[in-house]
């Protein structure tokens, strides 16, 4: 994703002594931040690299990923291998973006990045969408998908706008880091950084009306569909005809067609209109931490570590909703996104924070835009494939609640611009949206 790369600042002269130049030499090398922090990611050695990006706190949830697989080996009650294996995603799922951002950093190629991060920003729900369709639990892949959206849309997007319109890092934050450093250089102190953060007035922030309606108009685009399967279903239901077999083929039609805008879409943001969709985000380059080689490797075992955890986690489903009284609406909607949006959540507020609102919009509108028009129609080809009923029939409720939720937002980044009472309304909508589902009644298929 677009939004998902780390800040660039400069840092100190490849000697590791100040050269006392002015912010422009272009002989100071850049440093990055841990992802979610304002921790410095050590130079280009993939020990410090690994141990950087395990020393994020979240990463302490990470012991709950072996006491999850223990849970299930050793015989623990089913909400307790559940809670373990859905903390330990959390921080999983950061490991893995952090690793893509590294392996994109190598690259050096703006389109083969972009495409890396639009096919691994969303991987965690990408395994937990196959995991879920193998057990057959349908339902739970649709509300899962559905509140990804619901969550990036309302949730991520609200919380950016809300906290980037009272709050301020100060415009000239890394004008006075530079300026700390050159000071640092003249004296024995070790250079002091100023990072408070100050509520402000007045604030309104701008950013691109273009790519923000370019990705509305693709979730629209994917609501149209998702309503019309259901309408017609609806419509057709006691007509005498099969008609779960006529939705399915249809949706797997509408699949396809889904799938190949998406692709248009990535060839038009990466290619033909690669300067027009660019956000900037700074002059510096940024600086990997991690090899090529590292990077692979780590998300290689991280995406398998994901996988069998994930499995753990949708074999104690039903019995949580059996024990614990919690619906599978509200699991699926609510709970189950923040595994794979743990990560963006920070991220978006920091850049929002930061004063790049096109960034925010990056990661929460964008991400959507990945799970509504790439992710749900690839589930229903893996459903094809898997011999397994998925289709684009979400139900009327979902639908409407999708539906509305993308015309919300839509009415609020028409303009090119967000205010914090707008980030409000978009966090109160998500509140109605859970309080809704959590008074949901059940009626999902049980799964023996």
């Not at 090398?29 to 993939?46: L, W």
Request: negative net charge.
């Amino acid at each position: 994703m677009a939004g998902s790369r780390g800040l660039s600042l400069e840092g100190n002269s490849p000697s590791g002594e100040s050269n006392g130049e002015g912010p422009g030499d272009s002989q100071q090398k850049c440093s990055r931040f841990i992802k979610g922090t304002s921790i410095e990611k050590p130079s280009n050695q993939d020990g410090e690299g690994i141990v950087a990006m395990f020393t994020h706190p979240l990463c302490v949830l990470c012991i709950c990923t072996p006491l999850g697989m223990a849970s299930h080996h050793l015989g623990w009650d089913a909400p307790t291998t559940f809670w373990l294996n859905f903390l330990g995603l959390v921080p999983l799922a950061k490991i893995l973006g952090d690793a893509t951002e590294e392996l994109a950093a190598n690259l050096h190629n703006d389109m083969l990045a972009g495409l890396l991060n639009a096919t691994f920003g969303n991987a965690v729900e990408v395994v937990m969408m196959v995991q879920t369709l193998r057990a057959g639990l349908i339902d739970v892949v649709k509300a899962t998908l559905l509140g990804s959206v619901l969550s990036n849309l309302l949730l991520v997007l609200g919380c950016s706008f809300f906290f980037g319109g009272i709050v301020s890092s100060g415009a000239n934050w890394t004008e006075t880091r530079r300026q700390s450093q050159l000071e640092a250089s003249k004296t024995t102190k070790a250079p002091r950084l100023s990072t408070d953060f100050e509520v402000v007035g007045e604030k309104v922030q701008i950013f691109s009306v273009m790519t923000a309606m370019l990705n509305m108009s693709l979730l629209l685009l994917s609501c149209l569909s998702m309503s019309l399967n259901t309408i017609f279903f609806t419509e057709y239901y006691n007509s005498g005809e099969d008609m779960e077999d006529v939705v399915l083929a249809v949706s797997r039609s509408c699949s396809i067609a889904m799938m190949i805008a998406y692709i248009a879409y990535v060839f038009y943001q990466l290619v033909t209109h690669r300067d027009t969709c660019q956000e900037e985000v700074g002059d510096d380059e940024e600086e990997p931490t991690l090899s090529t080689r590292a990077s692979i490797t780590t998300m290689v075992i991280v995406t398998i570590v994901i996988a069998y955890s994930s499995e753990l986690l949708v074999e104690s489903l039903s019995e949580v909703v059996r024990q614990m009284h919690i619906g599978r609406h509200f699991i699926g909607i609510i709970l189950l996104p923040i595994v794979g949006n743990a990560c963006e959540h920070a991220s978006a507020i920091r850049f929002a924070v930061q004063d790049k609102p096109g960034l925010s919009i990056g990661i929460a509108v964008g991400s959507s835009t990945q799970i509504s028009l790439f992710v749900v129609p690839l589930s229903v080809l893996m459903g094809w494939w898997l011999d397994q009923p998925m289709d684009l029939n979400f139900g009327s409720l979902n639908t409407a609640v999708m539906s509305v939720g993308v015309v919300v937002v839509l009415s609020i980044v028409v303009d090119g611009s967000a205010t914090w009472l707008q980030g409000y309304l978009l966090i109160s909508a998500y509140y109605c949206v859970a309080v809704l589902y959590w008074h949901c009644p059940d009626k999902m298929n049980e799964v023996s």
